[in-house]
């Protein structure tokens, strides 16, 4: 099993930043891409990145390129996601989630493990 906990929420205006963070504990070796997935309020869970833990070789949405930057933490076994020029369509819960194998992935149902969700605010 892996353990999944995201931190780093809030309110933030738009135009500015925030920082998620994931820490993952358990079974870490076994999963070996992670993402960041959102739900806005009445919509579908919805992928925006994903990072292969190995290579560090990431992956965005088009909704977020150039805007947001995973990365990860090999000795902290963390992930974070950085998220710069908040747009009010941004508001969501945000989601770690983790799956086996190589190939990233930006359809939910493939990701084993995920995390409680975190709920970032962005106010216009």
């Known amino acids: 099993q892996v353990q999944l906990v995201e931190s780093g929420g809030g309110l933030v205006q738009a135009g500015g930043s925030l920082t998620l963070s994931c820490a993952a504990s358990?079974?870490?070796?076994?999963?070996?891409?992670m993402g960041w997935f959102r739900q806005a309020p009445g919509k579908e869970r919805e992928f925006a990145a994903a990072?292969?833990?190995?290579?560090?070789?990431?992956y965005y949405a088009d909704s977020v390129k150039g805007r947001f930057t995973i990365s990860r933490d090999n000795a902290k076994n963390t992930m974070y996601l950085q998220m710069n020029r908040r747009k009010p369509e941004d508001t969501a819960v945000y989601y770690c989630?983790?799956?086996?194998?190589?190939?990233?992935?930006?359809?939910?149902?493939?990701?084993?493990?995920w995390g409680q969700g975190t709920q970032v605010t962005v106010s216009s």
């Open positions: 358990g079974r870490t070796f076994s999963s070996n891409v």
């Open positions: 990072i292969t833990w190995n290579t560090g070789n990431t």
């Open positions: 989630a983790a799956k086996g194998g190589s190939a990233w992935s930006t359809v939910k149902s493939e990701y084993n493990y």
